[in-house]
């Protein structure tokens, strides 16, 4: 763990350290975010230890669940939540299409109906929501 004076790293210090070990842009996004899940759990959990956080993400709300399990480690050092357990819960996408209204999975970021029309509404995947942690 980075330390700065005895205080928690900040997030710039980190993204320094991600790409010194080769680490891309795309985990830095990966980073922002799992930092303020990080905090948000801290925070709730008001000096108990945190022993797991399960957090819903959709499959296109542009995450990548392998670099925010890697970014989470990172993120709990020396925090309340160093050392547990991140249980990701990938939720799939779907849509509607507006032309044709029929309603589709949506696998990744095309959002595209089979009919070929770009104009539909999604319908889910991306979320982003602590469900729950567990705490002593």
């Given at each position: 763990?980075?330390?700065?004076?005895?205080?928690?790293?900040?997030?710039?210090?980190?993204?320094?350290?991600?790409?010194?070990?080769?680490?891309?842009?795309?985990?830095?996004?990966?980073?922002?975010?799992?930092?303020?899940?990080?905090?948000?759990?801290?925070?709730?959990?008001?000096?108990?230890?945190?022993?797991?956080?399960q957090v819903q993400v959709g499959a296109l709300c542009g995450v990548v669940p392998d670099s925010m399990?890697?970014?989470?480690?990172?993120?709990?050092?020396?925090?309340?939540?160093?050392?547990?357990?991140?249980?990701?819960?990938?939720?799939?996408?779907?849509?509607?299409?507006?032309?044709?209204?029929?309603?589709?999975?949506?696998?990744?970021?095309?959002?595209?109906?089979?009919?070929?029309?770009?104009?539909?509404?999604?319908?889910a995947g991306r979320e982003l929501r602590i469900l729950s942690m567990e705490v002593s």
């Amino acid at each position: 763990m980075l330390v700065v004076g005895g205080a928690r790293p900040s997030y710039r210090e980190v993204s320094r350290a991600a790409v010194a070990v080769g680490r891309s842009g795309a985990e830095l996004h990966e980073m922002a975010i799992t930092q303020s899940v990080v905090d948000a759990v801290c925070q709730h959990a008001a000096g108990r230890r945190v022993h797991s956080v399960q957090v819903q993400v959709g499959a296109l709300c542009g995450v990548v669940p392998d670099s925010m399990e890697f970014c989470f480690g990172l993120a709990t050092e020396g925090t309340v939540a160093d050392g547990a357990r991140l249980d990701l819960d990938v939720q799939p996408g779907s849509a509607r299409c507006r032309e044709c209204g029929s309603e589709f999975a949506l696998d990744d970021l095309i959002l595209l109906c089979p009919c070929g029309s770009p104009d539909i509404e999604v319908l889910a995947g991306r979320e982003l929501r602590i469900l729950s942690m567990e705490v002593s």
